[in-house]
């Protein structure tokens, strides 16, 4: 096993105190003239939604997602771009000994670096390398192949953060960061990162809940409307999106920070206050996650589930789903407090909600969900897609 690099005593966005807030991912495809391999579906990029999950448990605002080819003139628009606008980017891709692996290269470039050989990183690639057989039958032009992949950008800070894995995550300008693009070394080096990012204090991720509905969504659309409405005149920090599975029902997310856990953080006591100045009302009234959710429950005639329920219920059959419903509404009447209140987080929370009462079946057909929305929940398009969150201290959030 390889030493890891000691965690950095200065922010590495500039100021003490910062966090990071935004991020943005650039997945780069390897070209082989004329196609390339993630754009014409050759590899299926999985890397973009293990980071959007990433950000999302974090608090992190991911706010874009850019899939382009390995091509030098892309590379170098794209990383200025994004590293400009957000807090944290990654990229992912092209890092290799072959002739398409630019990523390194096009990068220095784009921020005006020499590209040169990092010391260790040599060291660590020939101590991983020196039991095969094959190392001893290298040409010079070979080893010199091998060696591409330990030259980073002058300046860039590089981060050993996986004693197994001799690959280093590099990062420029302190908050652009080079991964590979394999999966299971991506993943792995993601995670590892954590403690060398500045990130969001815990208080301030996240909370999702899930609720299904076996009504068509046209049937509970006019409500949700009006629910969107009211939650951006009150600044609450919540979220509202449907997803309607075709022949089954309509999955109902809410995402938002739930208040009810002690003293407001400094960042939102700043929001309010920017909100009360700008609009020069009353005090805005706190709306929390835990009502907003039982209300909600009670207008669609649905039930909160897990993320455990959410999958079972997408891949059972019509009456598999009824049988849960109703399963679920029996132990839901006799439930009290928090238990009853699935987030689909992997923190607890303490919800402070009182049983819903009795619910008069429905009379809508579940063959009848409206079959012109055929999308499944949680399905993101990760090419060129903005993903389109509103940000800390837009409307939308607290």
Not at 3 to 21: A, F, H, K, V, Y
Not at 33 to 47: A, F, Q, V, W
Request: with cysteine; proline share 7%; net charge negative.
């Amino acid at each position: 096993r390889f030493e890891l690099s000691p965690i950095p005593t200065e922010n590495p966005l500039g100021q003490e105190g910062w966090c990071i807030r935004t991020a943005a991912a650039l997945v780069i495809g390897q070209v082989y003239y004329p196609l390339d391999e993630i754009l014409n579906g050759k590899t299926m990029d999985k890397n973009s939604n293990y980071f959007a999950k990433y950000c999302f448990e974090r608090g992190i605002d991911l706010k874009r997602v850019e899939v382009i080819p390995d091509s030098e003139n892309e590379i170098i628009e794209a990383s200025r771009r994004l590293v400009s606008k957000y807090d944290f980017v990654i990229t992912t891709g092209g890092i290799g000994p072959t002739h398409d692996d630019i990523t390194y290269a096009s990068l220095a470039r784009a921020f005006n670096q020499s590209l040169v050989h990092h010391p260790e990183t040599l060291r660590r690639l020939d101590e991983m390398n020196r039991h095969r057989a094959w190392v001893s039958t290298q040409t010079p032009q070979q080893r010199e192949a091998t060696k591409r992949m330990a030259q980073f950008p002058e300046s860039a800070e590089v981060l050993f953060v996986c004693g197994d894995i001799w690959v280093p995550v590099v990062r420029l300008k302190g908050k652009l960061c080079i991964f590979p693009g394999i999966p299971m070394l991506f993943t792995k080096m993601l995670d590892a990162l954590a403690p060398y990012l500045p990130l969001p204090p815990a208080s301030e991720r996240p909370l999702r809940v899930q609720i299904f509905t076996e009504r068509p969504e046209s049937m509970i659309a006019p409500y949700l409307t009006a629910l969107h409405a009211r939650l951006k005149r009150q600044k609450a920090d919540i979220q509202v999106g449907s997803y309607p599975v075709l022949g089954k029902g309509v999955f109902v997310s809410l995402i938002g920070r739930d208040r009810n856990m002690g003293i407001p953080s400094n960042h939102e006591q700043r929001i309010e206050s920017e909100a009360q100045s700008t609009e020069a009302k009353e005090p805005l009234a706190r709306v929390w996650l835990a009502q907003i959710a039982s209300e909600v429950e009670k207008e669609i005639d649905g039930r909160i589930v897990s993320d455990e329920e959410v999958k079972v219920l997408k891949e059972s059959g019509v009456g598999e789903v009824r049988r849960r419903m109703e399963d679920g509404e029996r132990s839901t009447r006799t439930t009290e407090g928090p238990d009853r209140l699935h987030t689909g987080t992997s923190e607890s929370s303490s919800f402070d909600t009182s049983p819903a009462p009795p619910r008069a079946s429905s009379s809508a057909s579940v063959s009848a969900c409206d079959s012109a929305s055929v999308a499944e929940p949680d399905v993101e398009v990760t090419v060129n897609v903005e993903i389109k969150k509103p940000k800390l201290g837009e409307v939308g959030w607290s």
